[in-house]
């Protein structure tokens, strides 16, 4: 069954960067389109980030627009998120989730979230 | 970008009962690309509609959706105790993707 299982989060201080990686498992992940959610504390779902089978096919939310680079290797069967510029706004739950096909469309399947903590 | 407001807030329920959630675009949506997600408690969110009315694999026939152009909603015929939980809908009509606010639906 499918799996998605991330990790890289932590605290950082405002300013600072952070990359957060997604391990996938339980399908042909090349195949697929990822994403990334977020969900700030006791607040409700942001979309973040997508990517396509191609790199080239890259869209994001206009919070993170900029500071933000999702990227894949399919070798590895991971997606990561670097994150650059860091807001205490961008402190949340961020969730790895796959595309039900190429997308950008709904996710169907999610992780279970690695938190990200930006204060000083 | 598309702004979705789902209503209302909370909805305050028994088992047992109907339930009814709204979201609303702020600019007409393919209903294709109109979603809804379930999260309970401490878990990730869960696909439960996709295209407007169509129930992800697993997903009991008490939950229907409906809904085309602006205006979305989300039935849970007969609440089971597992049902209390945030909804939310989602556009992917396009970018960038959002997401509506939420609806709490919880015990009455």
């Known amino acids: 069954q499918v799996q998605l299982v991330e990790s890289g989060g932590g605290v950082v201080q405002p300013g600072g960067s952070l990359r957060l990686s997604c391990a996938a498992s339980g399908f042909i992940f090349s195949d697929y389109g990822m994403h990334w959610v977020r969900q700030a504390p006791g607040k409700g779902l942001e979309w973040v980030a997508f990517i396509g089978l191609d790199e080239n096919d890259r869209y994001y939310g206009d919070s993170v627009k900029g500071r933000f680079t999702i990227s894949r290797e399919n070798s590895k069967n991971k997606v990561s998120l670097q994150m650059n510029s860091l807001r205490v706004e961008d402190t949340a739950l961020y969730y790895c989730?796959?595309?039900?096909?190429?997308?950008?469309?709904?996710?169907?399947?999610w992780g279970q979230g690695t938190l990200v903590s930006v204060s000083s | 970008e598309v702004v979705l407001t789902q209503s209302p807030g909370t909805l305050s329920l028994s088992p047992g009962e109907r339930a009814t959630l709204s979201c609303r675009a702020s600019?007409?949506?393919?209903?294709?690309?109109l979603v809804w997600y379930q999260q309970r408690p401490g878990q990730a969110p869960r696909l439960l509609i996709y295209?407007?009315?169509s129930r992800a694999p697993g997903i009991p026939d008490r939950f229907s959706g409906s809904g085309s152009g602006t205006d979305f909603s989300l039935t849970i015929s007969r609440l089971e105790p597992e049902d209390f939980a945030v909804y939310y809908c989602?556009?992917?009509?396009?970018?960038?993707?959002?997401f509506g606010g939420g609806t709490q639906v919880e015990l009455k």
């Open positions: 989602q556009q992917y009509h396009s970018a960038p993707l959002t």
């Open positions: 295209g407007a009315s």
């Open positions: 600019q007409s949506v393919s209903s294709s690309h």
């Open positions: 989730a796959k595309d039900f096909f190429v997308g950008p469309g709904e996710q169907e399947s």
